[in-house]
Protein backbone atom coordinates (compact mmCIF):
# COMPACT_ATOMS: atom_id res chain seq x y z
CA UNK A 1 0.00 0.00 0.00
CA UNK A 2 1.49 3.73 -1.03
CA UNK A 3 2.12 5.70 1.92
CA UNK A 4 0.31 9.37 1.71
CA UNK A 5 4.13 10.73 1.35
CA UNK A 6 4.53 8.08 -1.74
CA UNK A 7 1.43 9.12 -2.81
CA UNK A 8 1.96 12.46 -2.72
CA UNK A 9 5.06 12.23 -4.24
CA UNK A 10 4.08 10.64 -7.17
CA UNK A 11 1.51 13.25 -8.20
CA UNK A 12 4.45 15.86 -7.72
CA UNK A 13 6.09 13.56 -10.53
CA UNK A 14 2.75 13.81 -12.76
CA UNK A 15 2.11 17.18 -12.27
CA UNK A 16 5.46 17.74 -13.25
CA UNK A 17 5.42 15.90 -16.14
CA UNK A 18 2.42 17.34 -17.40
CA UNK A 19 4.09 20.82 -17.08
CA UNK A 20 7.64 19.61 -19.05
CA UNK A 21 4.90 17.91 -21.74
CA UNK A 22 3.17 22.22 -22.47
CA UNK A 23 3.73 23.00 -26.29
CA UNK A 24 6.44 25.26 -26.12
CA UNK A 25 4.85 28.60 -27.44
CA UNK A 26 6.62 30.01 -30.99
CA UNK A 27 5.02 33.37 -30.38
CA UNK A 28 7.79 35.86 -31.28
CA UNK A 29 9.57 37.35 -28.41
CA UNK A 30 9.15 40.83 -27.79
CA UNK A 31 11.97 43.93 -29.03
CA UNK A 32 13.11 45.56 -25.93
CA UNK A 33 11.64 49.04 -25.74
CA UNK A 34 14.09 51.81 -27.21
CA UNK A 35 16.93 53.04 -24.41
CA UNK A 36 16.38 49.54 -23.19
CA UNK A 37 19.60 48.17 -21.94
CA UNK A 38 20.24 44.26 -23.28
CA UNK A 39 22.27 42.49 -20.45
CA UNK A 40 25.11 40.37 -21.69
CA UNK A 41 25.08 37.06 -22.47
CA UNK A 42 27.25 35.51 -19.92
CA UNK A 43 28.89 32.20 -19.82
CA UNK A 44 30.34 29.83 -17.40
CA UNK A 45 33.82 29.19 -18.23
CA UNK A 46 37.09 27.67 -16.28
CA UNK A 47 39.98 29.62 -16.26
CA UNK A 48 42.60 28.19 -18.84
CA UNK A 49 46.30 27.33 -17.32
CA UNK A 50 48.87 30.25 -17.67
CA UNK A 51 50.33 30.52 -21.01
CA UNK A 52 53.68 28.86 -22.32
CA UNK A 53 54.88 32.30 -24.16
CA UNK A 54 57.09 29.72 -26.51
CA UNK A 55 54.84 28.49 -28.06
CA UNK A 56 52.14 29.78 -30.91
CA UNK A 57 49.28 31.39 -29.95
CA UNK A 58 46.05 29.07 -29.80
CA UNK A 59 44.06 30.82 -32.72
CA UNK A 60 40.28 31.79 -32.20
CA UNK A 61 37.47 29.51 -33.56
CA UNK A 62 33.96 30.63 -33.42
CA UNK A 63 31.63 27.95 -34.94
CA UNK A 64 28.67 25.55 -33.74
CA UNK A 65 28.68 24.08 -30.14
CA UNK A 66 29.42 20.91 -30.98
CA UNK A 67 31.09 18.06 -28.39
CA UNK A 68 33.72 16.11 -29.60
CA UNK A 69 35.69 13.43 -27.31
CA UNK A 70 38.43 12.50 -28.80
CA UNK A 71 39.07 10.45 -25.64
CA UNK A 72 38.24 8.24 -23.59
CA UNK A 73 35.85 6.51 -26.57
CA UNK A 74 32.45 5.31 -25.35
CA UNK A 75 32.83 1.99 -23.48
CA UNK A 76 36.48 2.35 -23.00
CA UNK A 77 37.72 0.76 -19.80
CA UNK A 78 39.82 3.39 -17.70
CA UNK A 79 42.86 1.95 -16.54
CA UNK A 80 42.43 4.15 -13.34
CA UNK A 81 40.94 3.81 -9.78
CA UNK A 82 40.60 7.29 -8.92
CA UNK A 83 41.35 10.14 -11.76
CA UNK A 84 41.50 10.65 -15.31
CA UNK A 85 42.14 12.97 -18.00
CA UNK A 86 39.41 13.49 -20.80
CA UNK A 87 39.56 15.94 -24.45
CA UNK A 88 38.35 16.97 -26.89
CA UNK A 89 36.56 20.46 -29.12
CA UNK A 90 33.17 22.14 -28.54
CA UNK A 91 33.57 23.62 -31.75
CA UNK A 92 34.09 26.68 -30.43
CA UNK A 93 36.48 28.81 -28.30
CA UNK A 94 34.14 31.03 -26.38
CA UNK A 95 31.93 27.81 -25.07
CA UNK A 96 31.90 27.51 -21.47
CA UNK A 97 32.05 23.36 -20.48
CA UNK A 98 30.97 21.28 -17.76
CA UNK A 99 31.53 17.58 -17.16
CA UNK A 100 29.76 16.11 -14.45
CA UNK A 101 29.29 19.49 -13.14
CA UNK A 102 32.94 20.39 -13.02
CA UNK A 103 33.84 23.04 -15.20
CA UNK A 104 36.53 22.30 -17.46
CA UNK A 105 38.69 24.99 -19.50
CA UNK A 106 37.99 25.32 -23.15
CA UNK A 107 40.64 26.83 -25.25
CA UNK A 108 40.26 29.32 -28.02
CA UNK A 109 39.98 26.84 -30.44
CA UNK A 110 37.49 25.40 -28.81
CA UNK A 111 39.78 22.11 -27.19
CA UNK A 112 39.27 21.16 -24.29
CA UNK A 113 41.30 18.95 -21.96
CA UNK A 114 39.97 18.15 -18.59
CA UNK A 115 41.31 16.22 -15.32
CA UNK A 116 38.93 14.73 -13.38
CA UNK A 117 37.80 12.42 -11.17
CA UNK A 118 36.57 9.21 -12.27
CA UNK A 119 32.73 9.16 -11.81
CA UNK A 120 30.94 6.47 -9.72
CA UNK A 121 31.02 2.66 -10.25
CA UNK A 122 26.77 2.53 -10.39
CA UNK A 123 27.33 5.30 -12.83
CA UNK A 124 30.35 5.27 -15.05
CA UNK A 125 29.65 8.00 -17.43
CA UNK A 126 30.63 11.14 -18.41
CA UNK A 127 27.98 13.77 -18.17
CA UNK A 128 28.99 16.79 -20.59
CA UNK A 129 27.46 20.01 -20.88
CA UNK A 130 28.86 23.10 -23.46
CA UNK A 131 26.90 25.96 -23.85
CA UNK A 132 28.30 29.71 -25.25
CA UNK A 133 24.71 31.33 -24.34
CA UNK A 134 23.19 30.94 -27.63
CA UNK A 135 24.20 27.44 -29.03
CA UNK A 136 24.43 24.60 -26.52
CA UNK A 137 25.06 20.89 -26.49
CA UNK A 138 25.15 17.99 -24.32
CA UNK A 139 26.21 14.44 -24.19
CA UNK A 140 26.26 11.45 -22.27
CA UNK A 141 29.42 9.33 -22.40
CA UNK A 142 29.58 5.58 -21.50
CA UNK A 143 32.96 4.61 -20.05
CA UNK A 144 33.79 1.25 -18.27
CA UNK A 145 35.67 1.37 -14.82
CA UNK A 146 38.06 -1.22 -13.04
CA UNK A 147 36.31 -3.46 -10.52
CA UNK A 148 37.14 -2.66 -7.23
CA UNK A 149 40.10 -4.76 -5.65
CA UNK A 150 39.56 -7.41 -3.99
CA UNK A 151 40.89 -7.50 -0.56
CA UNK A 152 42.72 -11.09 -0.01
CA UNK A 153 42.27 -12.09 3.63
CA UNK A 154 44.36 -15.08 3.25
CA UNK A 155 47.75 -15.31 3.62
CA UNK A 156 49.93 -17.10 1.00
CA UNK A 157 53.54 -16.93 0.21
CA UNK A 158 53.33 -16.18 -3.17
CA UNK A 159 57.37 -16.53 -3.90
CA UNK A 160 56.45 -20.36 -2.75
CA UNK A 161 54.43 -21.08 -5.41
CA UNK A 162 56.07 -22.14 -9.22
CA UNK A 163 53.23 -21.84 -11.92
CA UNK A 164 55.40 -22.62 -14.54
CA UNK A 165 54.22 -26.04 -16.32
CA UNK A 166 57.08 -28.12 -16.25
CA UNK A 167 57.59 -29.90 -19.46
CA UNK A 168 57.93 -33.77 -18.63
CA UNK A 169 60.94 -35.93 -19.34
CA UNK A 170 62.19 -36.96 -21.71
CA UNK A 171 64.13 -33.36 -22.38
CA UNK A 172 62.85 -31.53 -25.80
CA UNK A 173 64.85 -29.35 -27.47
CA UNK A 174 63.51 -26.69 -30.03
CA UNK A 175 65.47 -24.37 -32.87
CA UNK A 176 64.80 -20.53 -32.50
CA UNK A 177 63.02 -18.79 -35.33
CA UNK A 178 63.29 -21.10 -38.13
CA UNK A 179 63.71 -18.82 -41.39
CA UNK A 180 63.67 -20.12 -44.72
CA UNK A 181 67.41 -17.90 -45.37
CA UNK A 182 69.45 -18.59 -42.50
CA UNK A 183 72.02 -15.44 -43.35
CA UNK A 184 69.17 -12.92 -42.84
CA UNK A 185 70.40 -10.48 -40.15
CA UNK A 186 67.11 -8.58 -39.65
CA UNK A 187 65.44 -11.80 -38.59
CA UNK A 188 66.30 -12.27 -34.95
CA UNK A 189 64.16 -13.78 -31.54
CA UNK A 190 64.17 -12.01 -28.68
CA UNK A 191 64.58 -13.59 -25.68
CA UNK A 192 63.86 -12.00 -21.94
CA UNK A 193 64.61 -12.70 -18.31
CA UNK A 194 60.50 -13.17 -17.36
CA UNK A 195 57.55 -13.96 -19.38
CA UNK A 196 55.09 -11.41 -20.86
CA UNK A 197 55.49 -8.29 -21.85
CA UNK A 198 57.19 -5.28 -20.51
CA UNK A 199 60.60 -7.13 -20.25
CA UNK A 200 63.97 -5.85 -20.46
CA UNK A 201 64.97 -7.29 -24.28
CA UNK A 202 68.16 -8.55 -23.22
CA UNK A 203 69.14 -11.68 -25.84
CA UNK A 204 68.65 -11.30 -29.77
CA UNK A 205 68.93 -15.26 -30.89
CA UNK A 206 70.03 -16.14 -34.27
CA UNK A 207 67.21 -18.52 -36.52
CA UNK A 208 67.77 -22.13 -35.99
CA UNK A 209 69.43 -21.51 -33.21
CA UNK A 210 69.37 -24.28 -30.51
CA UNK A 211 67.96 -24.20 -27.05
CA UNK A 212 66.89 -26.68 -23.98
CA UNK A 213 63.11 -26.19 -23.06
CA UNK A 214 62.77 -26.38 -19.43
CA UNK A 215 58.55 -24.98 -19.21
CA UNK A 216 55.91 -23.15 -20.41
CA UNK A 217 54.03 -19.98 -19.12
CA UNK A 218 51.11 -19.01 -21.09
CA UNK A 219 52.55 -16.99 -24.62
CA UNK A 220 56.00 -18.09 -23.58
CA UNK A 221 58.35 -20.87 -23.51
CA UNK A 222 61.41 -21.37 -20.84
CA UNK A 223 64.37 -22.03 -22.34
CA UNK A 224 68.11 -22.54 -21.51
CA UNK A 225 70.78 -21.14 -23.24
CA UNK A 226 73.36 -23.39 -21.36
CA UNK A 227 73.13 -24.91 -17.66
CA UNK A 228 72.80 -21.32 -15.98
CA UNK A 229 71.13 -19.33 -18.24
CA UNK A 230 67.38 -19.72 -18.42
CA UNK A 231 65.38 -17.46 -20.54
CA UNK A 232 61.98 -16.72 -21.88
CA UNK A 233 60.44 -16.37 -26.04
CA UNK A 234 57.48 -16.25 -27.29
CA UNK A 235 56.08 -19.83 -28.26
CA UNK A 236 55.74 -18.44 -31.73
CA UNK A 237 59.13 -17.95 -31.76
CA UNK A 238 60.45 -21.44 -31.54
CA UNK A 239 59.84 -24.91 -33.17
CA UNK A 240 59.60 -27.96 -30.90
CA UNK A 241 61.56 -30.96 -32.33
CA UNK A 242 61.28 -34.30 -32.13
CA UNK A 243 61.97 -36.28 -28.96
CA UNK A 244 65.39 -37.78 -29.04
CA UNK A 245 66.81 -34.97 -30.62
CA UNK A 246 69.59 -33.87 -29.47
CA UNK A 247 71.83 -30.67 -30.80
CA UNK A 248 75.87 -31.26 -30.91
CA UNK A 249 78.33 -29.82 -29.01
CA UNK A 250 79.09 -26.68 -29.72
CA UNK A 251 82.10 -25.64 -30.37
CA UNK A 252 84.77 -22.33 -31.25
CA UNK A 253 87.21 -23.24 -33.59
CA UNK A 254 90.47 -22.82 -33.39
CA UNK A 255 90.48 -20.20 -36.37
CA UNK A 256 88.72 -17.50 -34.40
CA UNK A 257 90.36 -13.99 -35.65
CA UNK A 258 90.14 -9.93 -36.07
CA UNK A 259 89.58 -9.45 -39.82
CA UNK A 260 89.91 -5.75 -40.71
CA UNK A 261 87.70 -3.81 -43.62
CA UNK A 262 87.83 -0.01 -44.37
CA UNK A 263 84.30 0.48 -42.81
CA UNK A 264 84.47 -1.94 -39.55
CA UNK A 265 86.22 -4.51 -37.64
CA UNK A 266 84.70 -8.47 -37.89
CA UNK A 267 85.29 -10.50 -34.87
CA UNK A 268 85.31 -14.37 -36.69
CA UNK A 269 84.10 -17.12 -34.52
CA UNK A 270 83.82 -20.77 -36.22
CA UNK A 271 81.27 -22.50 -34.52
CA UNK A 272 79.20 -25.99 -35.74
CA UNK A 273 75.67 -24.42 -35.06
CA UNK A 274 74.50 -20.45 -34.11
CA UNK A 275 75.49 -19.64 -30.48
CA UNK A 276 73.09 -17.74 -28.00
CA UNK A 277 75.50 -14.53 -27.28
CA UNK A 278 75.22 -11.29 -25.06
CA UNK A 279 76.44 -8.40 -26.47
CA UNK A 280 77.42 -5.33 -23.35
CA UNK A 281 78.94 -2.20 -24.25
CA UNK A 282 81.12 -1.04 -20.68
CA UNK A 283 83.28 2.56 -21.60
CA UNK A 284 85.80 1.68 -24.73
CA UNK A 285 84.93 -1.91 -24.66
CA UNK A 286 82.28 -4.69 -25.98
CA UNK A 287 81.84 -8.13 -24.21
CA UNK A 288 81.15 -10.42 -26.37
CA UNK A 289 79.12 -14.07 -24.31
CA UNK A 290 79.11 -17.15 -26.26
CA UNK A 291 76.61 -19.49 -24.35
CA UNK A 292 77.01 -23.41 -24.30
CA UNK A 293 80.52 -22.80 -26.47
CA UNK A 294 83.20 -24.74 -25.46
CA UNK A 295 86.52 -23.16 -27.10
CA UNK A 296 88.93 -26.30 -28.69
CA UNK A 297 92.11 -23.76 -28.57
CA UNK A 298 91.70 -22.08 -25.26
CA UNK A 299 93.94 -18.66 -25.96
CA UNK A 300 93.74 -15.29 -23.70
CA UNK A 301 94.39 -13.37 -26.03
CA UNK A 302 93.84 -12.77 -30.61
CA UNK A 303 96.52 -12.07 -32.58
CA UNK A 304 96.29 -8.38 -33.51
CA UNK A 305 96.13 -7.05 -36.98
CA UNK A 306 97.54 -3.71 -37.31
CA UNK A 307 94.65 -1.31 -36.52
CA UNK A 308 94.05 1.81 -34.94
CA UNK A 309 90.60 1.38 -33.98
CA UNK A 310 90.95 -1.88 -31.89
CA UNK A 311 93.03 -1.94 -29.21
CA UNK A 312 92.93 -5.65 -28.52
CA UNK A 313 90.76 -8.75 -28.02
CA UNK A 314 90.88 -10.98 -24.86
CA UNK A 315 89.27 -14.43 -24.17
CA UNK A 316 88.19 -15.77 -21.25
CA UNK A 317 86.93 -19.40 -21.20
CA UNK A 318 84.06 -19.87 -18.59
CA UNK A 319 81.98 -22.31 -17.57
CA UNK A 320 80.28 -24.35 -20.94
CA UNK A 321 81.08 -19.96 -22.29
CA UNK A 322 83.61 -18.05 -24.00
CA UNK A 323 83.93 -14.64 -23.47
CA UNK A 324 85.33 -12.21 -25.93
CA UNK A 325 86.32 -8.37 -24.64
CA UNK A 326 86.51 -5.65 -27.28
CA UNK A 327 88.99 -3.49 -26.25
CA UNK A 328 88.90 -0.06 -28.83
CA UNK A 329 90.57 3.16 -28.38
CA UNK A 330 87.21 5.10 -29.04
CA UNK A 331 83.77 4.41 -27.76
CA UNK A 332 81.92 1.99 -29.84
CA UNK A 333 80.22 3.37 -32.33
CA UNK A 334 77.70 0.65 -33.28
CA UNK A 335 77.50 -3.04 -33.88
CA UNK A 336 75.97 -6.24 -35.51
CA UNK A 337 76.32 -9.83 -34.84
CA UNK A 338 75.46 -12.59 -37.88
CA UNK A 339 75.52 -15.93 -38.49
CA UNK A 340 77.16 -16.71 -41.80
CA UNK A 341 78.86 -19.42 -43.57
CA UNK A 342 79.46 -21.71 -39.86
CA UNK A 343 81.12 -18.77 -38.07
CA UNK A 344 79.69 -16.44 -35.56
CA UNK A 345 80.32 -13.06 -36.80
CA UNK A 346 80.54 -9.86 -34.23
CA UNK A 347 81.26 -6.76 -36.70
CA UNK A 348 82.05 -3.91 -34.82
CA UNK A 349 81.65 -0.28 -36.81
CA UNK A 350 83.91 1.96 -37.30
CA UNK A 351 83.19 5.80 -36.42
CA UNK A 352 82.20 7.68 -40.09
CA UNK A 353 85.36 10.01 -40.56
CA UNK A 354 84.16 13.72 -40.36
CA UNK A 355 86.00 15.65 -43.51
CA UNK A 356 84.48 18.96 -42.81
CA UNK A 357 84.16 20.28 -38.96
CA UNK A 358 82.52 23.04 -39.94
CA UNK A 359 79.97 21.20 -41.90
CA UNK A 360 80.18 17.73 -39.87
CA UNK A 361 76.92 16.28 -41.97
CA UNK A 362 78.37 16.73 -44.97
CA UNK A 363 78.07 13.43 -47.15
CA UNK A 364 76.84 11.23 -44.23
CA UNK A 365 73.92 9.26 -44.60
CA UNK A 366 71.26 9.69 -41.89
CA UNK A 367 68.02 8.09 -41.57
CA UNK A 368 64.97 9.99 -40.60
CA UNK A 369 62.07 8.17 -39.36
CA UNK A 370 58.08 9.90 -39.18
CA UNK A 371 56.73 7.96 -36.65
CA UNK A 372 53.08 6.12 -37.32
CA UNK A 373 50.62 5.13 -38.77
CA UNK A 374 49.98 2.59 -38.08
CA UNK A 375 48.99 3.57 -34.29
CA UNK A 376 50.19 6.73 -32.58
CA UNK A 377 48.04 9.53 -30.72
CA UNK A 378 45.85 12.29 -31.49
CA UNK A 379 45.00 15.82 -30.22
CA UNK A 380 41.73 17.22 -28.77
CA UNK A 381 40.61 19.12 -31.93
CA UNK A 382 41.82 15.80 -33.72
CA UNK A 383 44.83 16.23 -34.78
CA UNK A 384 47.00 13.17 -35.90
CA UNK A 385 50.39 12.61 -34.50
CA UNK A 386 51.44 10.20 -37.78
CA UNK A 387 50.21 13.88 -39.95
CA UNK A 388 52.04 15.78 -37.14
CA UNK A 389 55.66 14.09 -37.47
CA UNK A 390 55.40 13.85 -41.46
CA UNK A 391 55.40 17.45 -41.50
CA UNK A 392 58.20 17.55 -39.18
CA UNK A 393 60.53 14.80 -41.30
CA UNK A 394 59.83 16.41 -44.52
CA UNK A 395 61.24 19.80 -42.84
CA UNK A 396 63.73 17.39 -41.41
CA UNK A 397 64.68 16.07 -44.30
CA UNK A 398 65.17 19.40 -46.19
CA UNK A 399 67.62 21.21 -43.88
CA UNK A 400 69.86 17.96 -44.00
CA UNK A 401 69.77 18.14 -47.75
CA UNK A 402 71.10 21.44 -47.50
CA UNK A 403 73.57 20.16 -45.23
CA UNK A 404 75.29 17.76 -48.17
CA UNK A 405 73.14 14.76 -46.23
CA UNK A 406 72.25 11.64 -47.75
CA UNK A 407 68.86 11.36 -46.21
CA UNK A 408 66.98 7.96 -45.79
CA UNK A 409 63.12 8.56 -45.05
CA UNK A 410 61.35 5.49 -43.80
CA UNK A 411 58.09 7.26 -44.89
CA UNK A 412 57.16 9.96 -47.02
CA UNK A 413 53.08 9.94 -47.21
CA UNK A 414 50.84 8.76 -44.53
CA UNK A 415 50.58 5.14 -46.06
CA UNK A 416 51.49 2.77 -42.96
CA UNK A 417 55.11 1.44 -42.52
CA UNK A 418 55.55 -1.86 -40.29
CA UNK A 419 57.61 -0.81 -36.79
CA UNK A 420 59.69 -3.64 -37.23
CA UNK A 421 60.56 -2.35 -41.07
CA UNK A 422 62.33 1.05 -40.08
CA UNK A 423 65.39 0.07 -38.19
CA UNK A 424 65.99 -2.33 -41.24
CA UNK A 425 65.33 -0.09 -43.75
CA UNK A 426 67.85 2.26 -41.58
CA UNK A 427 70.43 -0.66 -41.46
CA UNK A 428 70.66 -1.55 -44.63
CA UNK A 429 70.77 1.78 -46.15
CA UNK A 430 73.72 1.99 -43.83
CA UNK A 431 72.76 4.67 -41.97
CA UNK A 432 75.63 6.84 -39.90
CA UNK A 433 72.05 7.82 -37.17
CA UNK A 434 68.66 6.85 -36.69
CA UNK A 435 66.69 9.81 -35.73
CA UNK A 436 62.68 8.56 -35.02
CA UNK A 437 59.98 11.54 -34.76
CA UNK A 438 57.29 11.34 -32.19
CA UNK A 439 55.22 13.51 -29.92
CA UNK A 440 53.70 12.27 -26.90
CA UNK A 441 50.85 11.26 -25.06
CA UNK A 442 50.60 9.52 -21.15
CA UNK A 443 48.35 6.39 -20.03
CA UNK A 444 45.38 6.79 -17.97
CA UNK A 445 45.69 7.84 -14.44
CA UNK A 446 48.92 10.58 -15.21
CA UNK A 447 48.08 14.29 -15.80
CA UNK A 448 50.42 15.18 -18.08
CA UNK A 449 49.45 19.17 -17.01
CA UNK A 450 51.98 18.26 -14.42
CA UNK A 451 54.74 16.27 -16.43
CA UNK A 452 57.19 16.82 -18.73
CA UNK A 453 57.08 15.05 -22.57
CA UNK A 454 59.89 16.70 -24.65
CA UNK A 455 62.91 13.65 -24.36
CA UNK A 456 65.30 11.88 -26.52
CA UNK A 457 64.94 7.47 -25.92
CA UNK A 458 67.91 5.18 -26.59
CA UNK A 459 68.40 1.05 -25.73
CA UNK A 460 72.09 0.59 -26.95
CA UNK A 461 74.56 2.89 -24.53
CA UNK A 462 76.51 3.69 -27.59
CA UNK A 463 73.28 6.17 -28.66
CA UNK A 464 73.85 8.14 -25.44
CA UNK A 465 75.91 11.10 -26.79
CA UNK A 466 73.36 11.07 -29.87
CA UNK A 467 70.70 11.66 -27.33
CA UNK A 468 72.29 14.17 -24.87
CA UNK A 469 73.04 16.36 -27.37
CA UNK A 470 69.68 16.43 -29.17
CA UNK A 471 67.96 16.85 -26.16
CA UNK A 472 70.01 20.21 -25.35
CA UNK A 473 69.31 21.48 -28.36
CA UNK A 474 65.58 20.16 -28.80
CA UNK A 475 64.67 21.18 -25.60
CA UNK A 476 64.73 24.70 -25.72
CA UNK A 477 63.40 24.78 -29.49
CA UNK A 478 60.13 23.39 -28.53
CA UNK A 479 59.86 25.78 -25.61
CA UNK A 480 57.78 22.81 -23.24
CA UNK A 481 58.93 21.39 -20.53
CA UNK A 482 62.08 19.06 -20.59
CA UNK A 483 62.09 15.17 -19.48
CA UNK A 484 65.55 14.72 -20.77
CA UNK A 485 67.60 11.57 -21.65
CA UNK A 486 66.06 8.26 -20.84
CA UNK A 487 66.37 4.65 -21.73
CA UNK A 488 63.44 2.93 -22.81
CA UNK A 489 62.78 -0.83 -24.71
CA UNK A 490 61.83 0.45 -27.91
CA UNK A 491 61.71 -1.14 -30.85
CA UNK A 492 62.80 1.12 -33.53
CA UNK A 493 65.75 1.99 -31.29
CA UNK A 494 66.87 -1.02 -31.20
CA UNK A 495 68.96 -1.28 -34.19
CA UNK A 496 72.59 -1.50 -33.01
CA UNK A 497 74.57 -0.95 -36.43
CA UNK A 498 74.22 2.97 -35.71
CA UNK A 499 73.14 5.25 -33.01
CA UNK A 500 69.55 5.26 -33.36
CA UNK A 501 66.97 7.59 -30.45
CA UNK A 502 63.48 8.41 -30.50
CA UNK A 503 62.69 11.88 -29.92
CA UNK A 504 59.67 12.97 -28.34
CA UNK A 505 58.30 16.68 -28.96
CA UNK A 506 55.74 17.20 -26.61
CA UNK A 507 52.11 16.20 -25.25
CA UNK A 508 49.81 16.48 -28.46
CA UNK A 509 47.20 15.54 -26.26
CA UNK A 510 47.41 19.27 -24.86
CA UNK A 511 45.53 22.04 -26.56
CA UNK A 512 48.17 24.16 -26.42
CA UNK A 513 51.12 21.98 -28.09
CA UNK A 514 48.31 19.98 -30.17
CA UNK A 515 47.66 24.23 -31.56
CA UNK A 516 51.73 24.48 -32.02
CA UNK A 517 52.27 21.17 -34.52
CA UNK A 518 49.37 22.57 -36.36
CA UNK A 519 51.38 25.58 -37.59
CA UNK A 520 54.73 24.60 -40.00
CA UNK A 521 56.76 27.27 -38.38
CA UNK A 522 56.41 24.77 -34.86
CA UNK A 523 57.56 21.93 -37.26
CA UNK A 524 60.45 23.60 -38.16
CA UNK A 525 61.45 24.12 -34.69
CA UNK A 526 61.38 20.63 -34.19
CA UNK A 527 63.20 19.82 -37.30
CA UNK A 528 66.04 22.59 -36.24
CA UNK A 529 66.25 21.61 -32.60
CA UNK A 530 66.98 17.80 -33.66
CA UNK A 531 69.64 19.46 -36.84
CA UNK A 532 71.35 21.34 -34.43
CA UNK A 533 71.56 18.08 -32.21
CA UNK A 534 73.15 16.11 -35.15
CA UNK A 535 75.52 18.94 -35.82
CA UNK A 536 76.85 19.07 -32.32
CA UNK A 537 76.44 14.74 -31.94
CA UNK A 538 78.94 14.85 -35.29
CA UNK A 539 81.13 17.76 -34.76
CA UNK A 540 82.35 15.88 -31.42
CA UNK A 541 83.23 13.10 -33.47
CA UNK A 542 85.34 15.25 -35.79
CA UNK A 543 87.29 16.44 -32.86
CA UNK A 544 88.01 12.50 -31.34
CA UNK A 545 89.12 11.35 -34.58
Known amino acids: MM ?39 TVERAALPPRNSALPAVPDVRGPVQINVVYPKPDQLIQSRDSNFIFGSVGS ?41 LDTARLSLPIKLLPPPVRDTIRRDTLAVD ?46 TPVKLAGSKGDFVKAELDSGAPVWLQKTDVAVQPTGFLPPERIAGGATRLESAPGWV ?125 GVGLKLRDLLVQKGVNVVMTRTTMDPVDLGARPIISRRANAQAFIS ?48 VKYQNLAVARGSWMPAILCEGGFLILPDVEAAFRTPQYQERMARGILAGLESYFASLARAQ
Open 266 to 390: DLVVPTNSPPPYLAEENGNSISVLLYGTRAESPVASLPMPADKYVAGVAVTNEAGRVRYTINLNRAPYGYLAMYQNGAFIFRVRRPPVIGDASNPLRGLTIAVDPGHPPAGTTGPTSFYEGEAVL
Open 93 to 133: GDAGLKINGVLVPVWPNGAFFGWLPLPPQQAPFYDIAATNG
Open 3 to 41: TIRAVAFALALVTGAAACSRPISTAPVPAPAPGTVVPAR
Open 163 to 208: TTQRTAPPVQYALVAPASNANDTDRVAIARPAPGDGQQYKWFLFPN
Open 437 to 484: LHLDAEPDGVNPMTHAATACYYFWPHSVSLAQQTIANLGPAMGTPILG
